[in-house]
């Protein structure tokens, strides 16, 4: 039976604005890009609050944030929390909220039932977002993990030409020791974060228990056609490759709405060369973002993408081409962590579905090493990913409340 943990919503929002207020920007929202003089600000105060709250706390080769507390009887560490960086802009919950979720839940655990028998860790990821390196998404997790490989930093860069290791060594970290982040002696992780979709608040609950993070494919399709006076060229002789890649577009968003939820679909770039009223493309390229949280359907509807560009673009006489159709496959939580955050939420007295993500996260890559599930927060409107992000308080306060519970049953 998990008693009932008390968290303090005052500190809980203090917390939350403290970490707003660094690298603020439009009215709400928050730019902290990886390494940055604003992230730099904002994992010393990660740091400040784990120092405070009694954690042993250190920065790790890439800039992870650990506050740890030591276990009586010791075993693996059950580790909680989420990433600093933010999209540019991005909101003030996500990432942010998951860090100060663990580190308020511990500090309350600790508080309410003093040490606990397995080491507890509060984790602040240096960089989910891929924000300011194309490339770099899950920078931190991929470190714990060992999976960035030697050499890497020196092959990302970012806009103003800045590779990654250069940036690291900027805020005194050694690119050479990336492998050091490394951890082997994680039991159990759980990160908490806002869902950014509208399930929650559509079904009436304030927080959801995921299950499965759902799986992405990736494509960037070049559809080639021939360029040509727009007024000149009667519409039968034309061969338009921005006409064969608005078919394209619709087939993809149509594949996912006929296999329904919650399988996506996305084009969110598309690019015509040259780019000229009075003149036909000579090529059109595009992208493609798919997901699902089943692996045969999310192949499934990748093969059907493929299909529907062959077809359409021969019905058209037009060369398509494209790269990727690569990325994560679904990953299921663990059935043993997701019961014990059910029982956590319903002893609690807290309503809460057990759902898919729709958002890749740091957990995904925290599942090659350890136990894994994730606790969402209702966001309001679904939104997330910009400014307008926003999780009530009472919201943020119970999504708090089931983490601590699961923290409690796994190493209190
Ligand atoms: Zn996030």
């Given amino acids: 039976m998990v008693p009932k943990i008390r968290i303090d919503p005052g500190v809980v929002e203090a917390r939350i604005m403290e970490l707003a207020r660094i690298g603020a920007c439009y009215e709400t929202g928050v730019c902290r890009t990886v390494y940055s003089p604003e992230w730099v600000e904002a994992q010393a105060v990660v740091e400040r609050w784990c120092t405070e709250a009694g954690f042993a706390t250190r920065r790790d080769a890439v800039g992870n944030i650990w506050g740890r507390v030591e276990g009586s009887e010791g075993g693996p560490a059950v580790v909680s929390g989420s990433h600093i960086d933010s999209q540019l802009p991005g909101g003030r919950y996500d990432g942010a909220l998951g860090i100060i979720a663990a580190i308020t839940a511990m500090e309350a655990l600790v508080a309410q039932f003093g040490p606990p028998k397995r080491p507890v860790e509060a984790l602040s990821f240096c960089e989910e977002e891929g924000s300011r ?3 770099a998404s899950f920078w931190g997790s991929r470190a714990i993990t060992g999976q960035a490989p030697e050499g890497l930093a020196d092959r990302l860069i970012d806009p103003q030409g800045t ?5 690291m060594r900027a805020v005194g970290l050694d690119p050479a020791r990336i492998h050091e982040a490394r951890r ?3 039991g159990d992780f759980i990160e908490l974060h806002v869902e950014q979709g509208p399930i929650l608040e559509h079904a009436g609950y304030p927080v959801g228990i995921v299950n499965v993070i759902n799986g992405a494919r990736g494509y960037r399709v070049t559809v080639v056609g021939d360029s040509n006076h727009a ?9 338009d490759p921005l006409v064969g890649a608005a078919e394209m577009v619709i087939a993809v968003q149509q594949n996912a709405v006929r296999l329904g ?3 996506v679909a996305t084009v969110g770039y598309i690019h015509a060369e040259p780019g000229w009223p009075a003149i036909i493309p000579k090529s059109v390229t595009f992208t493609i973002n798919t997901r699902h949280n089943d692996r ?3 192949n499934g509807m990748a093969a059907a993408h493929e299909a529907a560009m062959r077809e359409i673009a021969a019905r058209h006489g037009l060369e398509v081409s494209w790269t990727g159709g690569d990325g994560l496959d679904p990953c299921p939580a663990d059935p043993t962590i997701v019961a014990l955050l059910e029982q956590s939420a319903r002893d609690q007295g ?7 993500s729709g958002a890749l996260h740091d957990a995904q890559r925290m599942a090659q090493i350890a136990r894994m599930s994730m606790v969402f927060v209702q966001s309001k409107d679904g939104r997330s990913h910009t400014p307008e992000e926003y999780s009530s308080i009472e919201h943020c306060v119970a999504g708090i409340q089931v ?3 699961g923290l409690y049953l796994l190493a209190w």
């Fill in 261 to 263: 939820r919650p399988a």
């Fill in 133 to 135: 390196f194309q490339g």
């Fill in 184 to 186: 082997t002696d994680i």
């Fill in 163 to 167: 590779s990654m290791a250069d940036a």
């Fill in 231 to 239: 007024g000149a060229m009667p519409m039968d002789l034309r061969r």
């Fill in 350 to 356: 807290i309503a809460a579905l057990t759902m898919p």
């Fill in 403 to 405: 983490l601590a519970g």
């Fill in 296 to 298: 045969d359907a999310l």
